[in-house]
């Protein structure tokens, strides 16, 4: 069974168009998140929800909005895709405090063409 | 906000050798836990070994171990009898013990030279 799953694996769109990235969780954690990864591989969070609740957002364009039915999902709309949002996406679930790790979904391969 | 620092982008290692990766962190939290993850070309990201900062002991994963150096703040990842099949990008990472936020290095490109 996969433990964090996401759709689509890639993605490839024009510029100017809105798209969604579904991510969902069998593990049972309280708390997801996403994650950009860039051309240089750097790891940036972007935003964690805990049970349904929005704990972190970091400085990110308000084009980019995630959105959680459930702690098990959290899926990411991007509008208006520009150039410079082609990366991987990565969505990641943990429990949140204690020590567990950090489980990723096999990333989202966004290009904009 | 704590900060996670590798400071090697790339390193090479011939198969069957060992070689260590480097990894510092700032914190004024006393209890946290610290890990590595492999990146390899498929792009999943795969943990490879946690430490939590309340033990002494290092730990260790078959031929992956740590060098944790608690006052020193470093964290370093040791790989024995290198593999191909290591060859990936290796994050540092960071949590606090009560908080929701992992801190990331910014990755070390191993290459294993045949």
Redesign the interface.
Known sequence: DTAVSQTPKYLVTQMGNDKSIKCEQNLGHD?M?WYKQDSK???K?MF?Y?NKEL??NETVPNRFSPKSPDKAHLNLHINSLELGDSA?Y?C?S?Q????D????G??T?LTVL | AQTVTQSQPEMSVQEAETVTLSCTYDTSESDYYLFWYKQPPSRQMILVIRQEAYKQQNATENRFSVNFQKAAKSFSLKISDSQLGDAAMYFCAYRGNTGNQFYFGTGTSLTVIP
């Open positions: 708390t998140y591989k750097f790891l969070i964690s805990n704990i972190i991987v990565f990641a943990s949140r405090g204690g020590s790790t950090q489980y990723f096999p990333g391969r």
